[in-house]
């Protein structure tokens, strides 16, 4: 029997400074049984289905003096919505967040930057689900700590506790890829229970303004779409969630809900022909993410943060596909005529049923342009690999029985421990292996992106980089999917996992050394 994963959690409560809760007791990798406690909690947020699309909060920059603060504490949340017969009903609960929001700040940064950090958590030291970090997911940065020790960059083996502080100071290399990156703890045995609390945010490498083609200067929104369980019938939060059930989770058990930057079902205004560029972030710990646009099309310009050098057109109803930790930056374009109610509102989907957000339309506006491939093809991130001088493979089976330790996850045969260690050589390129003893699995490596090949919207196949992809069931030692690496420059130890955050947390999980 598997570990259960993102347990119930919370007594009820009245809306106040200070409440009494209990979490009951639960098998965790991470922690021991919780006890009642009191905690103090942030203002209250008042989720109702409908409210205009706003943006997270935004972070042009950060400075050592004046570095982005992420306090964690506990919010209290308090959600309306409609059952099944069509009754309104209210649900309330706790959750634990950055700066007593649903969704962490949009930090700007650029190459040759350091991005600085402040991390203070404020959970209680009883709360079993307290210790966290930090992790830079898409960031080609250290895994290490700084020379001076009161800073650290995306250093996972370091864990700040309750009632502790850690300074980040992490070093943005000049050939960081500009794009669309997130951030979120990464605590093995924490991680899918932070994460679906709205403990995530985006980090955005900005572009060189004199390289964007003109056609790429348009208003852009961030879509940071999340798994939070905030629809509770119950004293619980959640129902128990073991590791066989996690797909009929996903599909959805009526004990969560869908959110885009911590709002349900958001508004988003366009005008009549206007383009938007939409960062597209798949913050949830373990969905698919199947997503369409009404009777407009995705066009996508970047995958993971990286540029694909072409636009990519998912033509209405075709849908566009993000496994968990994935980035998808796409462009939408208005339709160019909507008076005399021509535009009707449509929705975006996800599956072709669950409203993610709608999208309304104001019949005033010109019509913009969508950049052409030409006008991409500069800004395409890196150049192909050249596959043939990949020096070896590296073989990676994701498993989640018959492993080294009983009950738990494995890669290879072997349950995460920081201390097995694969070494990899800095400066030279590697293809890896990859397939599945089971189930579908998602491939994420820390430091260092991927070169790959998936299908495009044409149907035809299509070389890509990225940092998170599927491995889906039916892949095998014989016909395994497929990446090349080059661990360029930067050094150190680092991690690749399941990015279904779960599994991850049981033991789906391995240590490299770039050296």
Wanted: charged share 15%; with cysteine; hydrophobic share 35%.
């Amino acid at each position: 029997m598997k570990k259960l994963l993102l347990h119930g959690l919370y007594a009820g409560y009245a809306l106040t400074s200070s409440i009494a809760w209990a979490e009951p007791a639960m098998q965790h990798a991470a922690a021991a049984v919780g006890a009642a406690f009191k905690v103090a909690v942030n203002p209250p947020i008042l989720l109702q289905p409908g409210q205009p699309f706003q943006n997270p909060v935004d972070v042009p920059g950060t400075s050592k003096s004046n570095p982005l603060s992420l306090t964690i504490g506990y919010t209290a949340v308090r959600y309306q919505y409609l059952d099944g017969a069509g009754k309104s009903q209210t649900s309330d609960v706790i959750l634990r967040t950055y700066n007593g929001k649903l969704v962490g700040p949009t930090v700007h940064v650029k190459p040759k930057e350091v991005l600085y950090v402040n991390l203070e958590n404020k959970l209680s030291v009883q709360d079993q689900y307290a210790i966290t970090n930090l992790h830079t997911h898409g960031l080609h940065v250290s895994p290490g700590d700084t020379p001076d020790p009161k800073y650290i960059q995306d250093n996972i083996f370091k864990t700040v506790a309750a009632g502790g502080r850690q300074a980040y100071a992490v070093t943005v290399p000049a050939d960081q890829r500009r794009g669309t990156q997130w951030y979120h703890p990464h605590v093995h045995g924490n991680t899918s229970f932070q994460v679906s609390q709205g403990m995530e945010g985006t980090l955005i490498v900005d572009d060189d303004p004199a390289q964007l083609p003109a056609a790429l200067k348009v208003k852009e929104n961030t879509l940071v779409v999340q798994y939070l369980p905030v629809q509770a019938s119950t004293s619980t939060v959640d129902e128990k969630i073991t590791v066989p059930s996690i797909r009929s989770a996903a599909s959805g058990n009526g004990k969560s809900v869908t959110l885009v930057n911590g709002q349900v079902m958001p508004k988003i205004t366009l005008h009549q022909g206007e383009v938007q560029r939409w960062r597209l972030v798949n913050a949830t710990p373990f969905r698919t993410l199947n997503l369409t646009l009404g009777n407009l099309a995705l066009n996508e310009i970047a995958v993971d943060g990286m540029y694909l050098g072409t636009v990519d057109t998912w033509p209405a109803g075709k849908a566009l596909t993000m496994q968990p930790g994935n980035r998808s930056d796409v462009l939408v374009q208005a339709p160019a005529n909507c008076s005399n109610n021509q535009c009707p509102p449509i929705n975006l989907t996800n599956n072709n049923k669950e409203v993610i957000a709608t999208v309304e339309f104001v019949a005033t506006g010109s019509p913009m342009p969508l950049p052409t491939s030409a006008e991409m093809a500069p800004l395409k991130t890196w150049p192909n690999i050249d596959t043939s001088l990949a020096y070896t493979s590296e073989p990676a089976q994701f498993q989640e029985e018959n492993c080294n330790v009983q009950g738990d996850m494995c890669i290879n045969g072997i349950t995460f421990n920081a201390d097995t260690v694969t070494k990899l050589p800095l400066n030279k390129t590697q293809l890896w292996n990859l397939w599945t003893a089971d189930n579908d699995h998602v491939f994420h490596i820390h430091v260092n992106p991927f070169q790959t090949v998936r299908t495009g919207p044409d149907g035809g196949r299509e070389t890509v980089w990225m940092d998170t992809m599927l491995v889906p069931t039916g892949s095998t030692k014989e016909k395994p999917v497929q990446a090349w690496t080059t661990y360029e420059t930067i050094p150190g130890k680092a991690v690749f996992h399941c990015h279904i955050l779960p599994h991850e947390d049981e033991g789906m999980m391995h240590a490299i050394q770039i050296q």
